[in-house]
Nanobody, 121 residues
């Protein structure tokens, strides 16, 4: 029901835009988030946007570089990633949940398949 797209290989300092497409149901009433998981590490919170698209929250590690947005008419959420760093390399997942502003994985009910982001030097 959720699928993330837009990953790829990019040089450090570059940009990528991820998007998450929802199908089968509408997620307009859900908070939407991005998480990421690097090899050998736990899945970590990246950003979340509330159902209205007004309120957002970011992990400190991406604040000022990443921007989350959504288009409820298209049932989609986006993650604009600028000034990418080597440590941003991970599989990125989108998720939907009922709790606005949540940064814990257990607050999210729906998960998409991830998309790989690789940042090279």
């Amino acid at each position: 029901q959720l699928q993330a797209y837009g990953g790829g290989l990019v040089q450090a300092g570059g940009s990528l835009r991820l998007f998450c497409a929802a199908s089968g149901r509408t997620f307009s009433g859900y908070a939407m988030a991005w998480f990421r998981q690097a090899p050998g590490k736990e899945r970590e919170f990246v950003a979340v946007i509330d159902y209205s698209g007004i309120s957002t929250k970011y992990a400190d590690s991406v604040k000022g570089r990443f921007t989350i947005s959504r288009d409820n008419a298209k049932n989609a959420v986006y993650l604009q990633m600028n000034s990418l760093k080597l440590e941003d390399t991970a599989v990125y997942y989108c998720a939907a949940g009922r709790y606005s502003g949540a940064s814990s994985t257990d607050r999210y009910d729906y998960w998409g398949q991830g998309t790989q982001v690789t940042v090279s030097s």
